[in-house]
């Protein structure tokens, strides 16, 4: 009741409400869906449990009935059958059709989320022990100056209401929505992963290699994410925060960095 009470307050007073895609308690499926490659991931994920569930009955079926079928007080003089031609042709044919059926959808997903479509804006981010930091290398301003900061984890004494324990940063990345931006993705010192789940995104940061991915945010909000290699002690202390925001938004944000 308190809870309701307190929800509404919020509600009451809060001006705006921004979606924050991060874990629920005891969630079990995936987080909210805010990019194309994201959405495919999840369709995919549906196709397959479709095998998984055909699979798994008929193999439960056919071990039920051979225990129920094949044991010694019902059947005491065994057959001398040990191999039979047909039968182990269609047990390995039949499987190696399904998995071709699966691949198709796979690899065209797989390919779509490696395209890099005519990117707007390019972002580099880089890992480091423990932070990230990120690189706007598309501007600069009067003297000649791009913008780039870190972004470090907020810790728990210095939480706010509201906010979420282990995950908000103090400088998040921004983006604009309906925009295709490219991420290049690298490390200063040793592995880490920048990983977002919302948005479907899951890349290596190596230390001396450049890696890619590409963002289309569909709707405005607060992503979150995590690294997702193990870096040294404080692995779990290095969040990720994408605001994606609309553009006109966006470029005023850039102007204000710019002019700092
Ligand atoms: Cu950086 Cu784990």
Request: hydrophobic content about 35%; cysteine-free; glycine content about 4%.
């Given at each position: 009741m308190i809870f309701i009470f307190i929800t509404y307050l919020h509600l009451l007073f809060?001006?705006?409400i921004v979606l924050n895609d991060n874990a629920e308690y005891w969630q079990i499926g995936f987080q909210d869906p805010a990019t194309p490659i994201?959405?495919?991931?999840?369709?995919?994920?549906?196709d397959l449990m479709f095998f998984i569930c055909v699979v798994s009955i008929f193999v439960s079926w056919m071990l039920g009935r051979t225990l129920w079928h094949f044991n010694k007080l019902k059947n005491p003089t065994s057959s001398s059958l040990t191999h039979g031609t047909l039968i182990e042709i269609i047990w390995t044919i039949t499987p190696a059709i399904i998995l071709l059926i699966i691949a198709i959808p796979s690899f065209s997903l797989l390919y779509a989320m490696d395209e890099i479509i005519s990117p707007a804006i390019t972002i580099k981010t880089l890992g480091h022990q423990w932070y990230w930091s990120y690189e706007y290398s598309d501007?600069?301003?009067?003297?000649?100056?791009?913008?780039?900061?870190?972004?470090?984890?907020i810790p728990e004494e210095?939480?706010?209401?509201?906010q979420f324990r282990l995950l908000e940063v103090d400088n998040r990345m921004v983006i604009p929505i309906n925009t295709h931006v490219r991420v290049i993705v690298s490390a200063a010192d040793v592995?880490?992963?920048?990983?977002?789940p919302s948005l479907g995104v899951k890349c290596d940061a190596i230390p001396g290699r450049l890696n890619q991915i590409s963002l289309f945010i569909k709707r405005e909000g607060l992503y979150y994410g995590q690294c997702s290699e193990i870096c040294g002690i404080n692995h779990g202390f290095m969040p990720i925060v994408v605001e994606a925001?609309?553009?006109?938004?966006?470029i005023s944000w850039i102007s204000n960095k710019l002019n700092e």
């Open positions: 809060d001006n705006f994201m959405e495919g991931i999840i369709n995919l994920h549906h501007y600069f301003n009067k003297e000649d100056e791009s913008i780039s900061y870190d972004s470090y984890m210095d939480l706010e209401n509201g592995l880490h992963s920048w990983a977002v925001i609309k553009l006109p938004q966006y």
